[in-house]
Structures are given as C-alpha cells and as structure tokens.
C-alpha cells in the first residue's frame, strides 16, 4: 500500500495550545462575501490531529474553525439537527440516520488511527503485555477479573503478574472510538456480539466511565491496575503504557503508523463508495487488528454556498501532503493515496441547492 509522501514541517505545538488556538471565534459569519468561520462538533479519537489542522489552516487562510470535541454521538446527532457546519465520527452513520435527512450527508475519510488498550500496572511499567481479542473481551465483560489470569499469563509467559483485580475504565459518551473497540470485540468474540454488540454506546457489564478519550486517559493515568480503550496518541502523549494485539493472522502487532497503515490497505472502495466501511481485524500478516478510518460529515448540498465553498476548500487542504503529514507527525496513519484521490473527486461533486460550487 502506497501513502501519501508527508512533508516537513516547521515547529510542534502542543495539543493543549493548538486546541485553545483552534477555537478562537467560532460560529458561522460571512465578511466581504466569503465565510469566515465554520463550526464543527464531534469525535475526540481525531481531536489532536483536528485542532492542529485548524490552527494551521486559520494560519494559512484565516479561515477560524470552532471544533468541540463531544463525543461522535453528538457529532451525528449536532450535524443531523443542523446545529453546526460539519460533523466527525469515528463510527459511521447507519442507514436510517442518513434516510432521517433525506440522504444529505457525504462521509469524508481524514485519516488512520489506532485504538489501544491502555494499562496502569505500576509493577510493569517497562514492560508490554500481549493481548489477543477473546482475553480482551472477557476482561471487560468481567469474565477476567486479575492481572495474573491463567489467560493473560499465557499470553506473557514472561512477565512478573501482579494479583491484583483489573478495574475497567470504558466510555460514558457516545464514542466512535467505544464503535471502533466494540466493533473489532464484535468481530473475535461470539459472547461480545451476543451480549454487548457493537455501537458508539453499549450497556457495559463492568467498570468506570470516563468522558472522551481524555476521559478515559486520566482515569487510567491517576487509578493503578486500570485498563481502558483510548486512540494511541492520547497513549502516548501522556506516557502510558499500552499492548500489542493479536491479529487475525496470529501475530502480535504493536500499534504504528506501518501496521494501522497495513489495516487499511485491506480496504476495497469502488468509484461510488461513500467511504464507509470498517477495517478493524482487518487481514494482513502486520495489520493492527484495533485500526479505523475516522469520517467528517458534510452536505453533499448545501443550501449556503459561501459555507460550502468554504469546506470543500477545506477538505481539499486536509487530503494533500501538508495535512497528511501532519497527521503522520501526531501518529496517525496518513490516507492511503488510492483513498486520496477518490476523495478529492467526489468533493468536486459537492453542490449547493443542487448547482456546483464552481
């Protein structure tokens, strides 16, 4: 699978400074004739990746874009109620939702993330345990409930397990990312999809809720011998440890840009795709079993022609090398250049009360 060539780029921001930085302004306005602000609300899975290109792209246009990170149930629900410009999901709208607007919605792929599992043992704080999907499904189905089960232990034969009970940490929100972990749970666990199922919100058997991948960080962060599900650079950024998965080939894969790039090579888009799709335990000697694309919502057409004029601009920017590198540089897998171009053709096809923009 190719990707698109990423550039440098001068200067890092932190993700607390490009949010603030992001969301001066706000609202929906026009001066001399052209938008000027757009409003969008949504998943926190892309909420690194999204405030740092709003920053960028206010500094390359002066185009100020107002973007709360709400949870992808919100997203969906803000952007079918016409409350704001776009929406962001990591979990894709289903069929009845797209019908309840009359079909006005066109998913846009940004980029590539990876969903981890993140640990608090104190005792194991250099060490990487090894997962496989059923002992992740029992864990947070409270069928596992020690750091040195029988399973775990087999799965890191190795390591020093500690006795101590395993607190899950889940999402309260509705969250692409729960979509994104219950979907792949789904996929490997015949008890998961029986009991639980796979939505932005599902009625969890165990644990502590956490609002937001942020949420969720800093209950994993602050209580000892927690697990929870947050995308890898909320992992990262705040140094917590986090496992490689078993994939469907039997591999245990760490989660990278490579192998979260190798999931998404295992996805098929025909001309007329409308880009949603799941890759999670996708095939792939090195696939990332725990890997999505994340969508913004947009009006396929919109009744505001400056306003549309003013996205389509946007999404133009997102799908070419500065964006995509960026998105390399915040440990999210860029978009594969096939997706690229099919992207940037459809948006060409975006209307406003049924003309082209152009």
């Not at 840009?257 to 090195?286: H, K, M, P, W, Y």
């Amino acid at each position: 699978m190719t990707v698109a060539s990423p550039r440098s780029l001068a200067g890092t921001l932190t993700i607390g400074a490009v949010a603030f930085l992001a969301a001066c302004g706000g609202g929906d306005s026009s001066g001399g004739g052209r938008t000027t602000k757009l409003t969008g609300a949504g998943a926190s899975f892309p909420n690194p990746i999204y405030t740092r290109w709003f920053y960028e792209y206010h500094r390359a246009t002066g185009i100020q874009i107002n973007y709360q990170s709400i949870g992808s149930g919100g997203g969906v629900r803000q952007f079918s109620q016409g409350t704001i410009d776009f929406g962001a999901t990591d979990g894709p709208m289903k069929d009845d939702q797209i019908a309840a607007i009359d079909g006005n919605v066109l998913h846009i792929p940004t980029v590539i993330g990876a969903v981890v599992l993140t640990y608090n043992i104190p005792s194991l704080v250099d060490a990487q345990l090894t997962l496989d999907g059923e002992t992740i499904s029992d864990i947070f189905l409270g069928r596992i409930t020690k750091w040195n089960d029988r399973r775990i232990a087999a799965l890191n034969p190795r390591m020093a397990l500690p006795d101590e009970d395993i607190l899950v940490v889940h999402r309260s929100d509705g969250s692409g990312t729960t979509f994104v972990f219950t979907d792949y749970l789904s996929k490997v666990s015949p008890p998961w999809a029986r009991d639980v199922g796979a939505a932005k919100s599902v009625n969890w058997p165990v644990g502590l809720g956490g609002k937001g991948n942020e949420g969720v960080t800093q209950q994993v962060k602050q209580l000892p011998f927690t697990v929870g599900y947050v995308e890898l650079i909320y992992a990262l950024s705040n140094d917590l440890a986090y496992a490689t998965i078993v994939n469907s080939a039997g591999n245990a894969i760490t989660p990278t840009l490579a192998t979260a790039g190798e999931a998404a090579g295992s996805a098929e888009f025909t001309a007329d795709t409308d880009f949603r799709v799941s890759i999670t335990n996708a095939d792939g000697e090195q696939a990332y079993p725990i890997t999505s694309f994340t969508w913004l919502l947009v009006k396929q057409d919109d009744d505001n022609r400056e306003r549309a004029l003013a996205i389509r601009n946007f999404l133009e920017w997102i799908t070419g090398e500065e964006a995509q590198a960026i998105a390399v540089e915040l440990r999210y897998a860029p978009l594969p250049v096939e997706v690229v171009d099919l992207v940037k053709t459809r948006i060409q096809g975006l209307t406003s009360e049924g003309q082209p923009l152009e």
